[in-house]
């Protein structure tokens, strides 16, 4: 059964920084075969893709509100997929999920809380 272990959530003040973890487990396929993703969301608003990375070579996407801020990683020999933000604005705010992809296979991490406040 695919799971996920998130971390590194937490509270800091606007213009910090932190790093999300997300560690797979039980795919039926191989770690490196899945398009990962981090999305967030807020009380009362959509689930809303912050940032992507794909299986293999390619480009990285994000979200309009986060480029120049947020770099997604992986390293598939941890089966693990990052997120590094800095500069954080109350804005960021959010329950951040990771999610994994393969044709019509669509995983979920549990979700970990950003809170970014003065």
């Known amino acids: 059964q695919a799971q996920f272990v998130e971390s590194g959530g937490g509270s800091v003040q606007p213009g910090g920084s932190l790093r999300l973890s997300c560690v797979a487990s039980?795919?039926?396929?191989?770690?490196?075969?899945?398009?990962m993703s981090w999305h967030r969301q807020t009380p009362g608003k959509e689930r809303e893709l912050v940032a992507t990375?794909?299986?293999?070579?390619?480009?990285?996407n994000y979200a309009d509100s986060v480029k120049g801020r947020f770099t997604i990683s992986r390293d598939n020999a941890k089966k693990t997929v990052y997120l590094q933000m800095n500069n954080l604005k109350p804005e960021d705010t959010a329950v951040y999920y990771c999610?994994?992809?393969?044709?019509?296979?669509?995983?979920w991490g549990q979700g970990t809380q950003v809170t970014v406040s003065s």
């Open positions: 039980g795919f039926e396929f191989s770690f490196s075969w899945y398009t």
């Open positions: 990375i794909p299986a293999t070579s390619g480009n990285s």
């Open positions: 999610n994994a992809a393969l044709w019509n296979r669509a995983y």
